[in-house]
């Protein structure tokens, strides 16, 4: 099976104080995996790192390689990179706060050029987000969180990417937004685009992912097809917030991780 | 990511507006923009009793033909690019075209309004407003769409002067040749000069072309004594080249037609300052005029996006200080007579007062803003001299410059309190609740 997207021995620092520590993920063609970690454990880095904007925090690739269709990413400009088909929902939803709905749209098709297909990708979005169209003309700051999101990802999906990254798609959003974000998600899947999902919210990233790694302060510290993590008492302890006797358990395994 | 859903287009979003032919649509306009002929050849003073009211009334027909044939169908995603494509802004265009027609005849004729007012001044002040309408919407390019905040547009006024001296005067070529030579030189110079936005913004951004605007004064200085001397420069009258005279209402006095008038001059004004703020209006709506608006929201997410951040802030410098210097050159042309001192600092606080009090969205905050700018102050002006208890007060007249500048200033204020929008967003409003008031009981009799 190829894949859409294979980091191989990644190592990431920013100066002298390693981020990334040899992590290897790979995303397979039209899959959908997700990468759990609490604060901290490297998530964003890997973010910026997938999509060259590691150099605006000062930080630096020190081995490794992030290959997609054969090409090594990590030398590419961002550009470069999203017009190769990587789109990405950025943490904390980073819309143009005094952009309309439409316009937030339209910039995140800025790595194309036919008109024509733009538009039919608007339209496209606008049908997998039927709450959109009303608020086509509404300033995008001034939408609610739920909102925010979807345009989010729509703006994503206007570059038409083979891979979406989304970066804490959960964050600050009520967990019925949530879900039928990830429902979503998986519709837009489903059409054949791969997903990386990268979240603090492993029960809801468990249950829609088919593979999944846990990173841990920059290390990869598990990683297994989603199904089986589920069952998986360490990831119930870590993540998912385990019986009464969680709290001993987290900091054990904090310990073996430390160690 | 193919088509994501099978279903039909919902209905809402089919397009429901009947088609009309592109001439009718285009008739107001076209009635609009022949009107001078029309208005020239029956010498037309519209304050001659009843003419006021047939010029009323040609108003409102214009008006109200461009609403009735406008096409519109408001959740069509591909109509919000165009541009006038409501019916009410239809309606505003072809009543702004025909206005804008008429307001040089208008001002030329020899009525004479109660209390001595101002009448024949007026016509310098809407050149200027003209003028400054161009600039300040090239200055809200760079600071308002794209956000860097540049201190160096006085300079390039003085770069359109000294290539319009040095191509009109010294190397005696046509006026004519002068502008796009002034865009092109203010447009290499906008990307040099652009260069430290790449690495500054904001406050520091703005010492950066503070420095700027000092280097090009030094150059500007140096140019203005080895050339001309310290009288300074005078500029020729421009004259309309030979192949335009077929246009109505030209008729070349023995052989060439001089730019020599309040009247002609507005035609010149009128005519550039539309092609640029046109210009403006489009990049704005285009993918590059999005790419600024994101810049300046929110660079990271710009980056993420795959725009071209650097590439953005200097095409946006570019395009800005190139229609900023035509604006100098015309300026300068305009004004005739430029000394060593005739461009300072302060002038890009002018521009500044401009686009704040104007409104930072949009090209009409440029217009508005410039109109309040020149306007006011020759307002009262009026007030101080002609109206009863006010012209008796002596203050008022001896401190007439510090007055000015405290009423002017004390409006911005308000303005800026009362409403952050600038008077650009106080017009969008006011036009919002009229036509919510007009549609109002036509939703009811429809629904």
């Known amino acids: 099976m190829s894949s859409s997207l294979k980091i191989d021995g990644l190592s990431v620092s920013y100066g002298p104080i390693p981020a990334l520590r040899n992590v290897s993920i790979e995303v397979p063609e039209g899959g959908f995996v997700s990468v759990l970690g609490s604060n901290g454990a490297g998530k964003t880095t890997l973010v910026r790192t997938i999509t060259g904007v590691l150099y605006l925090q000062k930080g630096k690739v020190t081995s490794g390689s992030i290959t997609r269709d054969g090409q090594d990413m990590t030398k590419l400009k961002t550009r470069k990179i999203v017009t190769g088909g990587v789109a990405q929902v950025p943490e904390g939803r980073m819309l143009f706060p005094q952009l309309t709905v439409e316009e937030n749209l339209r910039c995140g098709a800025a790595s194309r050029r036919d008109l024509a297909g733009i538009n039919d990708t608007l339209s496209e979005v606008f049908d997998l987000f039927p709450q959109l169209p009303p608020l086509q003309n509404q300033l995008a700051g001034l939408l609610s969180g739920g909102e925010q999101q979807m345009v989010a990802v729509g703006r994503a999906l206007m570059a038409k990417p083979s891979l979406l990254v989304c970066d804490e798609l959960s964050l600050g959003l009520a967990p019925l937004i949530v879900r039928d974000l990830f429902l979503l998600l998986d519709r837009i899947n489903k059409e054949g685009v791969a997903v990386l999902a990268i979240e603090q919210n492993a029960r809801i990233a468990l249950q829609h992912s088919t593979y999944a790694y846990a990173l841990e302060v920059g290390e990869i510290v598990l990683e297994g097809p989603s199904d089986e993590l589920r069952e998986n008492q360490e990831v119930q302890d870590l993540y998912m917030g385990g019986g009464g006797d969680s709290r001993e358990a987290y900091a054990a395994i904090r310990r073996e991780v430390n160690r | ?447």
Not at chain 2, 104 to 119: A, H, Q, V, Y
Not at chain 2, 161 to 190: H, K, R
Not at chain 2, 194 to 216: K, Q
Not at chain 2, 228 to 244: A, E, I
């Open chain 2, 1 to 447: 990511m193919t088509s994501v859903t099978e279903t039909a287009t919902p209905a809402s979003r089919q397009i429901l507006a009947k088609r009309t032919p592109t001439w009718m649509r285009a008739l107001p306009f076209l009635v609009a923009i022949a009107s001078p002929v029309i208005l020239d050849k029956i010498s037309w003073n519209p304050f001659g009793g009843w003419k006021l009211l047939v010029g009323f009334l040609v108003l409102v027909g214009i008006g109200w033909f461009a609403w009735s044939n406008a096409e519109h169908d408001p959740d069509d995603p591909r109509l919000s690019l165009k541009l006038w494509h409501r019916a009410d802004q239809r309606a505003l265009a072809a009543v702004t075209c025909f206005v804008l027609m008429a307001i040089p005849f208008i001002l030329s004729t020899d009525w004479e309004p109660p209390m001595d007012f101002p009448w024949n001044s007026w016509f310098r002040i809407v050149n200027y407003i003209i003028l400054f309408a161009l600039g300040a919407g090239a200055f809200n390019l760079l600071v308002g769409y794209t956000g860097q905040l540049s201190m160096a547009h006085a300079a390039f006024l003085m770069i359109g002067t000294m290539v319009g001296a040095q191509v009109g005067l010294i190397w005696e070529q046509s006026f004519w040749l002068c502008l796009p030579v002034a865009a092109l030189a203010g447009a290499v110079l906008g990307v040099f000069f652009g260069i430290p936005a790449l690495r500054l913004r904001g406050l520091y951004l703005m010492l950066a072309t503070i420095g700027v605007h000092f280097i090009i004064l030094l150059v500007w200085k140096e140019y203005i004594v080895h050339q001309f001397g310290f009288s300074g420069m005078r500029f020729t009258t421009p004259n309309l080249p030979s192949w335009l005279h077929w246009i109505p209402g030209i008729n070349p006095e023995d052989g060439e037609f001089l730019i020599n008038s309040q009247f002609r001059w507005f035609w010149v004004n009128l005519g550039i300052t539309t092609v640029g703020l046109l210009f403006i209006v489009n990049v704005v709506r285009s993918r590059e005029g999005r790419a600024f608006a994101a810049v300046r929201d929110r660079d990271i997410s710009a980056t993420l996006l795959g725009i071209n951040v650097p590439r953005s802030k200097l095409v946006s410098f570019a395009l800005s200080s190139a229609l900023v210097s035509v604006s100098g050159c015309m300026l300068s042309y305009y004004n005739r007579a430029r000394s060593e001192d005739s461009f300072h600092l302060e002038l890009v606080l002018d521009y500044g007062i401009i686009i704040v009090v104007g409104g930072f969205m949009g090209i009409q905050g440029a217009i508005f803003g410039s109109i309040f700018f020149f306007a006011l102050p020759m307002y009262f002006e009026w007030m101080r001299e002609e109206l009863p208890i006010i012209s008796d007060i002596d203050f008022f007249s001896r401190y007439a410059g510090e007055i000015d500048l405290a009423i002017r200033g004390i409006l911005v204020v308000v303005v800026l309190v009362w409403r952050p929008d600038g008077l650009a967003g106080l017009w969008q409003a006011m036009k919002k609740r009229a036509l919510l008031r007009m549609q109002a009981p036509r939703r009811g009799v429809v629904q």
